[in-house]
């Protein structure tokens, strides 16, 4: 009984059957207990006395939402959060999640030209801890402006990345095969991991604890057990797609 | 520093500053992280082992779909759930929870005709320990049919009973003023606790760890540290009023 690990395709069939009539959940929901397993993932590997200063990298698409709960709950946690986001989502609810980061005093990025690159750089020399929250699941290749030019310096800032669900850049079912991905230091996948990221060698959790028995059962997902009520539990190192 | 008791107006206030457009809140979000608090509170104190069998009262408001939210997490976590709601609540997301807990294969008990008392009186033989959802912060007496039946054989159940922010058939601001009221072992109250609850004297935690800094300085709430990510606080015993 080894966990699934998931297409691109399974992964957008999942999302959808969660959010169509008969599933009946929000999206505002899924990305609130998505983006809370986000945040508590990092406060779990970087506490906040050590990496008080997370910066939040957030792409345009819902895992940008994610991103963007995630910074919110970190500064509920004590964190010291800044968003980065060069791109802002146009959904109705990226706006929403980015008003309440706002509320929080929480500061957020967004230079224009998307492209300059001078307040990346100067907020990466006052980072402890990166979220990437750049692409997700429904990315395709090629890596588009400006984000080309942002990860190659998230990676040259040697700081910590904690990224959610497939590390910007790579490819979702084939991991890094271009070479031009970010290299985290912890993976928070959600609902079920990726096919891409099966090889991945650093310490991985699984958030998104809101799969229905039925569903799981169904798709043969063989999720882990979460401890307690806890809303992330880590996969075990080495051999993580063994059923807990 | 103490913290504040909140008027029912206050309460109101809070709510409704959170969801305006500055606010910028769905009640979806604030629905998850409220019911999944006191999912926690009870899987704290009531554990799945000796207490699997939840009866989760709702009511027809606000607080029902914090109960149906926290059913779900309680299944999610383990227990088994069931959910008793005679009066359905009509808004749509009262709705969408419901069937959300359908998905996860929770009974639901709408006895029809609502005053039918004879599924209730069976499923509380069968009940380990209740969570009470029926009223909330805008109860106003008196208690309608067919609680004014239900509230009665809840007690006489003799069960534990954890109660959501105001025991049911409690006064607000003034708590339990005619006798007729849950006196429930477990309190969890939500974003600050009301008046009515100033002398409870049983375990009290306090959930909905979501008020922006700036509000609750405005408000001067005074609220508790919450310990690390946790979406829920202890008060102490006996001094709850003194600010942690």
């Given at each position: ?208 604890r809101f799969v229905p028995k039925a569903m799981e059962e169904k798709l ?19 051999d993580q797609a063994q059923k807990l």
């Amino acid at each position: 009984m080894t966990m699934r690990y998931l297409t691109a395709r399974l992964a957008q069939q999942i999302d959808e059957e969660l959010m169509n009539a008969s599933g009946a959940f929000s999206i505002d929901q899924l990305m609130e207990l998505a983006g809370l397993a986000c945040a508590q993932t990092l406060a779990t590997v970087y506490n906040r006395e050590k990496y008080p200063r997370v910066l939040v990298c957030c792409g345009p698409g819902n895992q940008g939402g994610d991103g963007l709960v995630a910074a919110r709950h970190l500064g509920l946690f004590g964190y010291t959060p800044t968003v980065y986001m060069p791109k802002p989502g146009s959904k109705d609810i990226y706006k929403r999640l980015e008003t309440q980061c706002r509320n929080m005093s929480i500061p957020i990025l967004s230079p224009s030209p998307p492209a300059d690159l001078s307040p990346l750089k100067q907020s990466l020399s006052q980072t402890d801890v990166i979220l990437d929250a750049i692409f997700g699941f429904s990315f395709q290749p090629p890596i588009r402006p400006p984000f080309d030019d942002v990860l190659p310096l998230l990676t040259q800032s040697k700081l910590p990345i904690v990224s959610v669900d497939i590390p910007s850049g790579w490819n979702v079912e084939k991991g890094d095969e271009y070479g031009a991905g970010l290299q985290p230091d912890v993976l928070v996948s959600l609902t079920a991991p990726k096919l891409g990221v099966k090889e991945f060698k650093g310490r991985h959790f699984l958030g998104g604890r809101f799969v229905p028995k039925a569903m799981e059962e169904k798709l043969e997902l063989n999720l882990p057990l979460y401890p307690g009520f806890s809303q992330i539990v880590e996969l075990p190192p080495g051999d993580q797609a063994q059923k807990l």
